[in-house]
């Protein structure tokens, strides 16, 4: 084989390691994206959702932060998504993080409901978001359903969204423990990223080593 076949094939290794590299990249973005399309694509954009649901069946009444560390800033619900069993109270309590915020059930993303249920803004808070450490609003879920859709209307394009899962077995994804402010963080993305990009790079190196060392 002459040096112009021997340098063909080892540009073509180089191309199929490469790709190979770029498939788990798209894995790894792939898994990411599948997070995006449980309740209805709610959480598409939501930052410190991880693909999960806590759950919080068997209390009488369940805590979610508003203002919790997430999206960019302190501007997420904590946890986003939240299982419980009909007639729990959810209380909502702002940590002071974030700038103001509110709680609006969504009906746009609602898949049952077309009448707005609750808004903390008509809940003695004036008719407008809030930003103090402690405010707190609550809202007992009597049926059973589908899931109730919400979100922090200020900051909803970046992301702060949350849900409510009446009944266990309507949850849309795996059930894990309840832990207050519970979410994924924004680091899961970047390492993600930074995984993918470290193993195009060592393919990458490795293949061009092969390269040079078959045109010597």
């Known amino acids: 084989m002459d040096t112009s076949e021997s ?19 798209a894995v790894t973005t792939g898994t990411a994206s599948a997070q995006g399309e449980v309740y209805g694509d709610h959480f598409s954009n939501t930052g410190n959702f991880d693909g999960t649901t806590a759950d919080a ?9 508003v203002g919790a560390g997430g999206n960019g800033a302190n501007q997420a619900f904590g946890p986003p998504a939240v299982a419980i069993d009909p007639g729990t109270t959810v209380v909502w309590e ?21 009448t ?11 008719g407008v978001a809030v930003p103090d450490a402690g405010t707190t ?3 007992t879920f009597e049926e059973a359903g589908s899931f109730y859709p919400y979100v922090c209307t200020p900051h909803r394009a970046l992301g702060m969204k ?3 899962v009446v009944g266990a077995d309507n949850a849309q994804t795996e059930l894990v423990e309840y832990a207050l402010g519970s979410g994924r963080m924004e680091t899961a993305p970047v390492w993600g990223g930074a995984f993918a990009f470290g193993l195009v790079s060592i393919v990458g190196v490795a293949a061009y080593r092969a390269l040079v060392d078959g045109e010597e």
């Open 162 to 164: 949350g849900a409510i």
């Open 57 to 65: 069946t068997g209390q009488d009444e369940v805590l979610v932060q």
């Open 7 to 25: 340098d063909s094939y080892t540009r073509r290794g180089l191309l199929r390691a490469g790709a190979g590299a770029a498939t788990v990249a």
């Open 137 to 139: 609003f609550e809202w």
């Open 116 to 126: 707005e249920l609750f808004n903390s803004q008509g809940a003695g808070h004036e």
């Open 94 to 114: 702002w940590t002071g993080q974030g700038g103001p915020h509110n709680v609006v059930h969504w009906t746009d993303a609602d898949p049952e409901r077309d």
